[in-house]
């Protein structure tokens, strides 16, 4: 997006470089990261660093409204009821895509958000491995509002562990087979935070526990990496185990399994701001068409809680949206036109970049930290979907300072 910074990046680029950069982010993982890296990171500007960073402040001061609960209530589905929900989560990850904007120029625009956990160890190693294998230019950093690496690592431990000293694991489904897996390995290592998988929990009274080499922990917290809608393509076993949770006492959670719904798709048609595109639930849209400007041949279908662009329809139709049996569960987005302005040797790229967010207690706010992005050359963004062509795939995002 800054054009003499991609022309010398690009310039300096050598496939030994990439090798060098592939290698050093696998080195600490004994099977090699299962998703394509990118070859480049992206380089953004000032002025569309401070129109993301507008945008996501609009949404986080959506989330911290007093009259948020009570929006998001139906946002929970029925038969849900965990205790221990605080009344609100400790991260928030927003997605805006790189597109279109007037006479040429680029603007974000929201694409989703969830109040769930990212790659938050990855990104770190990522930008570590770049600034090792390439000669980054100076001046930009992947880290927002004055954060640097350690700054980053002590403020993500932080909201992992919070400040109370209480035993904390690292809750997923089948951890080791998680694409995500060395995100997971990562946050072990630097954390201290003990995987666990879903089905290895048990009650002890309304205590939760797990045992390790023979020994019984009692759960205090949970830095939860459980998604939902994956939970409800796994065995029964698993559904029953996810269900204990409803039984336990005294956990405290990074973030709660309510947040998941709270804070997703469900919200954008609350929204109102330029980077936020119309949307609507589908269950409201079909009730309200003729009054609805939004129409089918300019909207993207998904659903509201799937993760990495599972069940997304990019071309609806009357018969396919016909065909969803609970349209309170979809929404109905305007298309957002991507821009291919990253210039690469093998045709221009698009990219999305998703910003993180931490809640700082001392300043009573969410505040941006780092980032993660897609890039990609196909009409799915997600690294799923991008893994034959070059210069696409997993990267972050170096913003001017």
């Known amino acids: 997006m800054i054009e003499a910074i991609r022309t010398a990046f690009n310039a300096q680029f050598t496939s030994e470089k990439y090798q060098q950069y592939l290698a050093i982010l696998n080195a600490p ?14 380089f953004i500007d000032k002025n569309f660093k401070a129109q993301l960073l507008d945008a996501g402040d609009y949404i986080c ?8 609960a009570a929006k998001t209530t139906l946002a929970i589905p029925q038969g ?42 990855f990104e770190l190693l990522q930008a570590q491995a770049l600034e090792l294998a390439y000669d980054l230019p100076k001046g930009f950093s992947p880290f927002l509002n004055g954060y640097n ?16 000293g209480k035993h904390t694991i690292l809750l997923e489904i089948k951890p080791y087979e998680q694409k995500t ?8 290592a630097w954390l201290n935070v003990p995987i666990v998988c879903l089905s290895e929990i048990y009650l002890n009274g309304k ?17 939860n990496r459980v998604v939902y809608d994956e939970l409800m393509q796994q065995a029964p076993n698993f559904i029953a185990q996810f269900k204990l949770l409803e039984q336990t006492e005294n956990v405290a959670w990074v973030n709660h399994p309510h947040h998941f719904f709270r804070i997703s798709k469900y919200i954008l048609p609350l929204l109102n701001h330029p980077a936020i595109p119309e949307a609507h639930l589908l269950s409201d849209w079909k009730k309200n068409q003729a009054a609805d400007k939004l129409d089918l041949a300019t909207s993207i279908c998904k659903p509201l809680f799937s993760f990495g662009g599972q069940g997304v329809m990019l071309d609806p139709t009357i018969d396919t949206i016909n065909a969803i049996n609970d349209p309170e569960n979809w929404i109905l987005q305007k298309k957002v036109s991507y821009a291919a302005v990253i210039e690469t040797p093998s045709g221009p790229s698009k990219a999305e970049i998703r910003l993180f967010y931490f809640w700082d207690s001392q300043l009573n706010r969410y505040v941006a930290t780092n980032n993660l992005t897609r890039i990609s050359k196909g009409p799915m ?21």
């Open 29 to 42: 993982f004994k099977d090699p990261i299962p998703f394509r890296i990118a070859e480049t990171p992206v």
């Open 207 to 223: 205590t939760l526990c797990y045992q390790k080499n023979g020994v019984e922990y009692k759960i205090e917290r949970i830095y």
């Open 381 to 401: 963004i997600g690294v799923s979907y991008n893994d034959t062509a070059t210069w696409i795939g997993g990267s972050i995002s170096y913003f001017e300072q």
């Open 80 to 121: 849900i009821d965990i205790p221990g929900e605080t009344t609100l989560p400790e991260c928030v990850v927003i997605d805006f895509a790189i597109a279109e904007g007037p006479g040429g120029t680029c603007q974000p625009q929201l694409i989703e958000l969830q109040g769930f956990p990212s790659l938050f160890a």
């Open 149 to 164: 690496q350690a700054g980053y690592l002590d403020f993500f431990k932080k909201i992992v562990l919070g400040d109370q």
């Open 181 to 188: 897996r060395h995100d997971l390995l990562l946050t072990e």
């Open 61 to 68: 001061d959506f989330i911290t409204d007093p009259s948020f």
